[in-house]
């Protein structure tokens, strides 16, 4: 239960109007720092939702399929620039953004990764490798900017950490493929 604390601390942390303040004024920050938080903040509060509602995850998301179509969905939404600019404009659309990576896509993420096989979570990060390459392509080589409350050089500096994760992502699947994983995972521990 300790992890569901830490969660919470952490995403009322991020909601404290200094904190979003700093995080969203700078593109790099709310793109790679403020979104990703909240994201762990939600795989961290997992255990309390699982605990309180766990026939509702497994009569919702009993392969663990629905749960990975969301969290694809809501990322796939966080990465359109118009919807980072309406987050700052929009207080129902940062109301959203706080909602959403959360409690719509960590929580049914982490419900789902246990439920399906490696061959599912290779797909997840090769989809993820080329929404990240996309991304990046788009921020770094795109003659305008994107947002209009952020400057070109704070999109170029996120299209390059779009870069640099997808060549992550890529170094990852590639490591998968080739090592024997097994090894890591003790098959005694619950």
Not at 38 to 46: A, E, P, W
């Amino acid at each position: 239960m300790k992890q569901f604390w830490y969660g919470l601390i952490l995403f009322i942390f991020l909601a404290l109007p200094p904190v979003r303040f700093l995080m969203e004024s700078i593109m790099a920050f709310h793109m790679h720092m403020q979104m990703p938080l909240l994201f762990v903040s939600g795989i961290l509060m997992y255990p309390f939702f699982k605990k309180h509602f766990g026939s509702f995850f497994n009569q919702w998301n009993s392969s663990g399929i629905p749960g990975i179509i969301l969290f694809l969905l809501i990322v796939i939404y966080w990465m359109i620039p118009k919807a980072m600019d309406e987050s700052l404009e929009i207080f129902t659309v940062e109301l959203f953004k706080f909602v959403s990576l959360p409690f719509l896509a960590a929580v049914p993420l982490r419900d789902s990764w246990s439920k399906v096989g490696k061959a599912t979570e290779s797909i997840v990060f090769i989809i993820l490798a080329v929404i990240f390459s996309i991304m990046g392509y788009l921020y770094v080589f795109y003659e305008s900017t994107l947002c209009n409350n952020y400057l070109m050089v704070d999109q170029k500096t996120v299209g390059w950490g779009f870069a640099f994760f997808s060549l992550c992502l890529i170094l990852y699947i590639v490591l998968t493929l080739f090592t024997d994983q097994s090894q890591y995972y003790d098959k005694t521990s619950p």
